[in-house]
Structures are given as structure tokens and as C-alpha cells.
């Protein structure tokens, strides 16, 4: 199953459900088949038309290890679950579960966040919160059992969003302080860790969306909002929460390697330096981890001209620091970003545009499709999950011990070119110097512009040209760097090949060749990057090289040309390879 599902705020005439899914990848979105009439809330409430809301979707496992998505809502039927996301069932849950009149809790009640994840045992489960609650099920979502955190209806609290990882669940929200009483005057964030799959809640001390000052209730209350489990820089896992916090109620991220002890992240952005989400009101509403590319994304909203729009940005240190991209989010498509999932590597945010619920998508982090419509109601959009976000589920019976070989992948041919790099050459990005293999499109920008690709050659030359530190003035370079002959440098205010200046200095040398293979960058213009303090030309976009990258070829396509490429260069036959450059150059 490939399938997506949304959570939205349906209208009150009930011409639309509060849950779409989509079966192509986003491209088209669907009304359940099958939708109970007191799930997620009722047409009529006192016999005035009432819209249904569906606050939050996980998708996992049940005790049968076949898959499911459970979302919660509005009540009275606060959980529901879907094999499809086509067709819901009502669960069975405790009377009054998420009920503000039951605790306290601030607002009309309901369940606000959920996740799938493995009890004390290993065995699957799911867990939800929300309004003074939490509730878990061992079953798929089909029915549940309620536990309450401490302090939770003296303190009258909410709970919004939970998270999974390394045996350990996470839940974070907040307090109303206009019924509670702190003696400190500080308004204390709520944390909740539990290690037994759910059963029992510890509440941690971080303060991490503390208010601050109690005397600015006017400006609403802090809460945390949202929570994700990933890896940090250093592939050790890690949890990332969000919301807000502070007297002005701004933006909020934390980290935490074990859901106890937090710290407060840096949300100065390291492409720009500007401080992310600091506006009063600003917050930080949705996190998900991108596994494919090793990254948190964060989703909220800021304000620009008074007005809140939507701000996407990514942390690949676990948390730590945070940066946007030169070109970035398309703030008019999603006004306001509540949720955010991963699907084929493609980021799915759903959020709000003025009256309207919308979804966008992008596989880049620049290029963001149009809105997909999801309901016309004033769109409070909620959550958003995928069916190919976990791994597979642990299986009870090994059926097949020995598994068959796996056959030794065909390596992909390595085109010819002569304005490349060897490993190891460190450049100077705008997140700092990262050696020029170990580039990543998706987290590291040159002077502002993106990296499109980082490309893989040899060269036909039996030999690299060494500039060896101090060889053309000091610090230039400041250590030993090698490229090819070819490769052009800045010299006196000049653009040169580096064997012109074989005469120069005796320490710029030839040195012999290997056959190892070679690295340029790709941007989006031919321009420069810094080595070792020499300038030197990226990849021009009408190179040859480059043409393999931004034509639209798929990996099969590419392969035939280099291998034709290759084959005319190795012998040396002008005509054919002048008729592959003519090619690539349409």
C-alpha cells in the first residue's frame, strides 16, 4: 500500500468528511468510501450544524502486523482506524475519553496528537493524546485504554503531539494558567515521557515552552505542539520537539537525546542569520524526520508584514541549529503549516491558504507543487501521514532462515571530463567546509545558490595539476590542492586553466593520475567556489557533464550516452563524440 491520509476541519453542511487520502502520491485526493456518523465529531450538535474535525493520523502496525492508519478528532467518537484510509471503523474507547469536563482541559476536548510504537514487550501499539488524556491500544487502533499523566487535571492540561524512539514515547503540550495557580509565577510546559509503551507517564522539568510571565495572558499561552524521533548528525537518535514559549508567545524547538533532559535549539538561520520563527505569535507547529536525506523538517508559521505565512526550515544536527534555502517554501501556497509527512522522498505539508485547506509537495525543498484542495470550510488543516514512513514490523514466525543470495549491483559507468576535483578537496560552503564528495544538495548552498548535483568523472589525462600551499601568493592555497589541467582558477584577476601556470612556480607541478574518480559542483549558475582559499569555476550548466544531470533522462537513458561517450574518447573517434555532444546539447 502506497497511500496518504490528511486531517481537515470538514464544513458544517457535511458535503465534505474531515479525512482525505490520496492512493498516486498526492496527485489526487478522495473522500472515504465508509465514514461513521459520530466519528470525529456529529453533523448537528443540538440540532446546529456542526463541522467534524479530525485532529491527527499515525500509521503502523497491528497485533497481526498488518497495516493501519488510526486518526483522532473531535468527539463523541474521538478515534477511528482505516486499513486504506478509504474505508473507517469507530473505536472502542473509554466514555468521556478527551473530555475537557472530565479534567479540565482548556478548549472543546478531543484527542490532538497519536503515533505508533512498541510496547515494554516489543509488541505493536499505538498511542494518542490530548485533552487531559492519554489512551493506548495494542490492537490496531481498534479499541483502547485510558491512562492520565500526573498533574494533568489539577493542572488542567492539553496534550498535542507524541513521538516514538528507542523504546521511550514522548508527549508534549501545555497548561491553561487561567485556572491554575504556579507559585513561582513561571508557566511550567508539559513533557511527558513513558517507557512502558504508554502504560505510565513521567513529567520531565525542562520548562522548555515555559510562559515565562503570567501577567501576559493576553497574549494567549505557550504549549508545546509537536514532536518527532530522528538522528543527529552523528546517526545517534534523538527527539526534536516544538511549539511556543516566552513572554512575546514566539517559536520553540528543543532537542533531547532521551525524551528527558531537553535543551533549547538555535533558530538562528545559517544561511541567513536571521532568527526563525521570533515574531510574536510566530510558532512552530509541525516536525517530521526525513530519513532519506538524514534531516528534521520543521513547519510553522511567522509573521511578514503583520501577516502570518508559512516557514519551512531543516536541522541535520538532531535539533541543534537550524536553515531555509535560498530559494525557499513558496509562503503563498500554504499560509500556515500545520503537519508535515515524508513520502518517496517527497515533503507533503498541509496547512492553511486564507479560507482553505490546501496541501503542497516538493522533492527538492524549492520547487513546490500547486495547492491541492481539501475542503472549503475555514481550514483549520490538522495532520497528514504516509504508509512508507517505518520499517517493516519484526516478523513472529522466521519462515526462511537462509536467505537467498543477493546479487553483486552492476556499478553505473563514470562519464569523461576534465574540470573536476579528486576526494578529499575541501570547499567553502555557507554552512562551512565540507569536502567536496561528502556535498549534499538538499544541506549545503555556495554563495547563496543551491546545489543541483555533485558529479562523478574521470578524466583521460595522465596527469592532475598540484598547487602546492603558498605557490601562488601566500595562503593561495593555503594547502596542497590538485584538479585537473583543465579546471579554471582566478589568477591576477584573471580566469586560467590550472596548467597555465605550470611556468609559474615550481610548486605547481604535475602529478600522475590514477584513474580515481573526480568531483565537480553543479549550481544553478556557472560561477565559483573557494579551495583552500583558491577560486575556482563550479560546473557551467551548458557543459556536457552537466547536460546528463538537468536533461531529463532516467538512470538507464544516462547510462547508454556515458557509455557511448566514453567508448569515442577511449577511441578517439571525433565524429561520433561530436554527434553525443550535439545530443546532449538540444
Same mark, same amino acid.
Given at each position: 500500500?502506497?497511500?496518504?491520509?490528511?486531517?481537515?476541519?470538514?464544513?458544517?453542511?457535511?458535503?465534505?468528511?474531515?479525512?482525505?487520502?490520496?492512493?498516486?502520491?498526492?496527485?489526487?485526493?478522495?473522500?472515504?468510501?465508509?465514514?461513521?456518523?459520530?466519528?470525529?465529531?456529529?453533523?448537528?450538535?443540538?440540532?446546529?450544524?456542526?463541522?467534524?474535525?479530525?485532529?491527527?493520523?499515525?500509521?503502523?502496525?497491528?497485533?497481526?502486523?498488518?497495516?493501519?492508519?488510526?486518526?483522532?478528532?473531535?468527539?463523541?467518537?474521538?478515534?477511528?482506524?482505516?486499513?486504506?484510509?478509504?474505508?473507517?471503523?469507530?473505536?472502542?474507547?473509554?466514555?468521556?475519553?478527551?473530555?475537557?469536563? +472530565?479534567?479540565?482541559?482548556?478548549?472543546?476536548?478531543?484527542? $490532538?496528537?497519536?503515533?505508533?510504537?512498541?510496547? @515494554?514487550?516489543?509488541?505493536?501499539?499505538?498511542?494518542?493524546?490530548?485533552?487531559?488524556?492519554?489512551?493506548? /491500544?495494542?490492537?490496531?487502533?481498534?479499541?483502547?485504554?485510558?491512562?492520565?499523566?500526573?498533574?494533568?487535571?489539577? *493542572?488542567? !492540561?492539553?496534550?498535542?503531539?507524541?513521538?516514538?524512539?528507542?523504546?521511550?514515547?514522548?508527549?508534549?503540550?501545555?497548561?491553561?494558567?487561567?485556572?491554575?495557580?504556579?507559585?513561582?509565577?513561571?508557566?511550567? #510546559?508539559?513533557?511527558?515521557? /513513558?517507557?512502558?509503551?504508554?502504560? =505510565?507517564?513521567?513529567?520531565?522539568?525542562?520548562?522548555?515552552?515555559?510562559?515565562?510571565?503570567?501577567?501576559?495572558?493576553?497574549?494567549?499561552?505557550?504549549?508545546?505542539?509537536?514532536?518527532?524521533?530522528?538522528?543527529?548528525?552523528?546517526?545517534?537518535?534523538?527527539?526534536?520537539?516544538?511549539?511556543?514559549?516566552?513572554?512575546?508567545?514566539?517559536?520553540?524547538?528543543?532537542?533531547?537525546?532521551?525524551?528527558?533532559?531537553?535543551?533549547?535549539?538555535?533558530?538562528?538561520? @545559517?544561511?541567513?542569520?536571521?532568527?526563525?520563527?521570533?515574531?510574536?505569535?510566530?510558532?512552530?507547529?509541525?516536525?517530521? $524526520? #526525513?530519513?532519506?536525506?538524514?534531516?528534521?523538517?520543521?513547519?510553522?508559521?511567522?509573521?511578514?508584514?503583520?501577516?502570518?505565512?508559512?516557514?519551512?526550515? $531543516?536541522?541535520?544536527? !538532531?535539533?541543534?541549529?537550524?536553515?531555509?534555502?535560498?530559494?525557499?517554501?513558496?509562503?503563498?501556497?500554504?499560509?500556515?503549516?500545520?503537519?508535515?509527512?515524508? $513520502?518517496?522522498?517527497?515533503?507533503?505539508?498541509?496547512?492553511?491558504?486564507? =479560507?482553505?485547506?490546501?496541501?503542497?509537495?516538493?522533492?527538492?525543498?524549492?520547487?513546490?507543487?500547486?495547492? @491541492?484542495?481539501?475542503?472549503?470550510?475555514?481550514?483549520?488543516? &490538522?495532520?497528514?501521514?504516509?504508509?512508507?514512513?517505518?520499517?517493516?514490523?519484526?516478523?513472529?514466525?522466521?519462515?526462511?532462515?537462509?536467505?537467498?543470495?543477493?546479487?553483486?549491483?552492476?556499478?553505473?559507468?563514470?562519464?569523461?571530463?576534465?574540470?573536476?576535483?579528486?576526494?578529499?578537496?575541501?570547499?567553502?560552503?555557507?554552512?562551512?567546509?565540507?569536502?567536496?564528495?561528502?556535498?549534499?544538495?538538499? &544541506?549545503?548552498?555556495?554563495?547563496? +545558490?543551491?546545489?543541483?548535483h555533485v558529479t562523478k568523472t574521470v578524466t583521460i589525462d595522465p596527469y592532475l595539476i598540484s598547487f602546492n600551499k603558498n605557490s601562488i601568493s601566500k595562503n593561495i592555497p593555503n594547502k596542497t590542492t590538485v584538479m585537473t589541467k583543465d579546471h579554471n582558477i582566478e589568477f591576477n584577476g584573471k580566469i586560467?586553466?590550472?596548467?597555465?601556470?605550470?611556468?609559474?612556480?615550481?610548486?605547481?607541478?604535475?602529478? @600522475?593520475?590514477?584513474?580515481?574518480?573526480?568531483?565537480?559542483?553543479?549550481?544553478?549558475?556557472?560561477?565559483? *567556489?573557494?579551495?583552500?582559499?583558491?577560486?575556482?569555476?563550479?560546473?557551467?550548466? #551548458?557543459?556536457?557533464?552537466?547536460?546528463?544531470?538537468?536533461?531529463?533522462?532516467? +538512470?538507464t537513458e544516462r547510462n547508454d550516452i556515458i557509455i557511448v561517450m566514453n567508448e569515442t574518447l577511449k577511441n578517439k573517434n571525433l565524429v561520433e563524440y561530436k554527434s553525443v555532444i550535439n545530443f546532449l546539447q538540444k
Open positions: 500500500m502506497n497511500n496518504i491520509v490528511a486531517c481537515t476541519l470538514s464544513d458544517p453542511s457535511e458535503t465534505q468528511l474531515p479525512i482525505n487520502y490520496s492512493t498516486d502520491g498526492g496527485n489526487t485526493w478522495l473522500q472515504p468510501n465508509n465514514f461513521p456518523e459520530i466519528l470525529f465529531g456529529r453533523k448537528t450538535i443540538n440540532g446546529q450544524l456542526a463541522g467534524r474535525s479530525a485532529n491527527a493520523v499515525a500509521y503502523g502496525y497491528d497485533e497481526t502486523n498488518n497495516t493501519c492508519f488510526v486518526g483522532v478528532g473531535i468527539g463523541p467518537g474521538v478515534i477511528g482506524y482505516s486499513k486504506d484510509g478509504s474505508i473507517w471503523t469507530l473505536a472502542t474507547a473509554p466514555a468521556k475519553l478527551f473530555d475537557p469536563k +472530565e479534567g479540565g482541559g482548556g478548549g472543546g476536548g478531543g484527542g $490532538y496528537g497519536i503515533c505508533y510504537g512498541k510496547d @515494554k514487550n516489543g509488541n505493536n501499539c499505538f498511542v494518542a493524546v490530548g485533552c487531559v488524556d492519554i489512551a493506548v /491500544s495494542s490492537n490496531g487502533g481498534k479499541t483502547w485504554t485510558k491512562t492520565t499523566p500526573p498533574n494533568a487535571g489539577i *493542572m488542567y !492540561g492539553n496534550l498535542y503531539g507524541i513521538a516514538y524512539g528507542n523504546g521511550t514515547f514522548v508527549a508534549v503540550g501545555g497548561y491553561n494558567t487561567t485556572t491554575s495557580n504556579f507559585p513561582t509565577g513561571v508557566y511550567p #510546559d508539559a513533557i511527558y515521557y /513513558s517507557t512502558d509503551g504508554g502504560l =505510565t507517564w513521567k513529567q520531565t522539568s525542562s520548562n522548555l515552552f515555559s510562559y515565562g510571565n503570567l501577567s501576559n495572558q493576553s497574549l494567549g499561552i505557550t504549549s508545546g505542539t509537536c514532536v518527532a524521533y530522528g538522528y543527529d548528525e552523528n546517526n545517534v537518535g534523538c527527539f526534536v520537539a516544538g511549539g511556543t514559549a516566552g513572554n512575546t508567545i514566539s517559536g520553540q524547538l528543543g532537542y533531547s537525546p532521551d525524551g528527558i533532559t531537553w535543551s533549547v535549539s538555535n533558530l538562528t538561520d @545559517k544561511r541567513t542569520g536571521s532568527v526563525l520563527f521570533s515574531s510574536p505569535g510566530d510558532s512552530i507547529d509541525g516536525i517530521a $524526520y #526525513d530519513s532519506a536525506n538524514k534531516r528534521f523538517v520543521i513547519t510553522g508559521q511567522t509573521k511578514s508584514n503583520s501577516l502570518e505565512i508559512g516557514l519551512i526550515c $531543516y536541522s541535520y544536527d !538532531g535539533g541543534k541549529t537550524v536553515q531555509t534555502f535560498a530559494d525557499n517554501f513558496d509562503k503563498t501556497i500554504v499560509n500556515v503549516g500545520f503537519g508535515i509527512t515524508v $513520502y518517496n522522498n517527497s515533503l507533503f505539508v498541509i496547512g492553511q491558504n486564507g =479560507t482553505t485547506c490546501v496541501i503542497s509537495s516538493s522533492t527538492d525543498n524549492i520547487n513546490w507543487s500547486p495547492n @491541492k484542495f481539501l475542503t472549503n470550510y475555514y481550514g483549520l488543516s &490538522k495532520g497528514i501521514a504516509s504508509s512508507n514512513v517505518l520499517p517493516p514490523p519484526k516478523p513472529s514466525i522466521i519462515l526462511d532462515p537462509i536467505p537467498a543470495p543477493i546479487p553483486a549491483p552492476i556499478p553505473a559507468p563514470i562519464p569523461t571530463s576534465n574540470i573536476c576535483f579528486p576526494a578529499g578537496t575541501p570547499v567553502q560552503t555557507d554552512q562551512g567546509i565540507v569536502n567536496i564528495e561528502k556535498l549534499d544538495k538538499f &544541506k549545503h548552498t555556495i554563495q547563496g +545558490e543551491r546545489i543541483l586560467v586553466p590550472a596548467y597555465r601556470l605550470l611556468d609559474y612556480s615550481s610548486d605547481i607541478k604535475k602529478v @600522475k593520475y590514477s584513474g580515481e574518480v573526480l568531483y565537480n559542483v553543479l549550481l544553478n549558475i556557472h560561477g565559483f *567556489m573557494k579551495i583552500n582559499n583558491l577560486i575556482c569555476e563550479t560546473l557551467d550548466p #551548458d557543459n556536457v557533464i552537466a547536460k546528463l544531470y538537468t536533461n531529463n533522462y532516467n +538512470e
